[in-house]
């Protein structure tokens, strides 16, 4: 079993920046990629970016240059620091781990708002 629990979402005046935090608990050894995910209102859920247990990370194009995925394999987290927000950004951002076994878990997300 792996939990996640995300933070760091808010009210952000557009061209603002957030930081997302991801942190993971339990067969954290077991996970081989930690994503981001949005969900707009009305909208079907999108991935953000990837990042895999090797370092490799993936972007979706409306994150390119603007997003980026880290991690910290001390404190167990997954960071998504965004920067020139837009309200199109605003949504609820979830994390979401793999397993080598193919198990995946979410976190309860965490709403992020682009708003003058």
């Known amino acids: 079993q792996v939990q996640l629990v995300e933070s760091g979402g808010g009210l952000v005046q557009p061209g603002g920046s957030l930081r997302l935090s991801c942190a993971a608990s339990?067969?954290?050894?077991?996970?081989?990629?930690t994503s981001w995910y949005r969900q707009a209102p009305g909208k079907q859920r999108e991935l953000v970016a990837v990042?895999?247990?090797?370092?490799?990370?993936t972007y979706a194009d409306s994150a390119k240059g603007r997003f980026t995925i880290s991690r910290d394999n001390r404190k167990n987290t997954v960071d998504l620091q965004m920067v020139s927000l837009q309200p199109e950004d605003t949504a609820v951002y979830y994390c979401?781990?793999?397993?080598?076994?193919?198990?995946?878990?979410w976190g309860q997300g965490t709403q992020v708002t682009a708003s003058s």
């Open positions: 990042i895999t247990s090797g370092g490799t990370t």
């Open positions: 339990g067969s954290i050894v077991s996970i081989i990629a």
């Open positions: 979401h781990a793999r397993t080598l076994t193919g198990y995946t878990y």
